[in-house]
């Protein structure tokens, strides 16, 4: 039996490429309530009085999730701002670099 080609994600359907990504990124968000190597503060605030501990971008009430989510849905990443305002392009970028530098991290560990 060969592997799938594709996942389905909500209606969208994605490459392995992009699955694994995505499920990667959403992993690593998911662990920066554990993680305090992963967490600067300068990027990211987790406050069990900000949506219940959720990890949101630094200063909003926006949760990090919602931007992989936007990704994984095949949105952009401007679109994904415009829907956010509170979320600067600056911010959003260093998660996503933060975020990849920890994928590459873990993949060669």
């Given at each position: 039996m060969s592997p799938p080609t594709a996942w389905s994600l909500g209606s969208e359907t994605l490459s392995p490429p992009a699955f694994r990504f995505a499920s990667?990124?959403?992993y690593v968000v998911g662990r920066y309530r554990y993680d305090l190597a992963m967490n600067p503060?300068?990027?990211i605030?987790?406050?069990p009085e900000i949506l219940g501990g959720t990890p949101v971008f630094k200063g909003t009430r926006v949760p990090?999730?919602?931007m992989f989510?936007?990704?994984a849905d095949s949105?952009?990443?401007d679109y994904?701002?415009?829907s956010f305002p509170t979320v600067r392009r600056e911010l959003a970028?260093?998660?996503l670099r933060q975020s990849r530098e920890h994928i590459e991290q873990q993949a060669a560990a």
């Open positions: 990667a990124a959403l503060p300068d990027l605030t987790v406050n990090v999730r919602t989510e936007y990704l949105l952009s990443l994904f701002l415009e970028v260093a998660v």
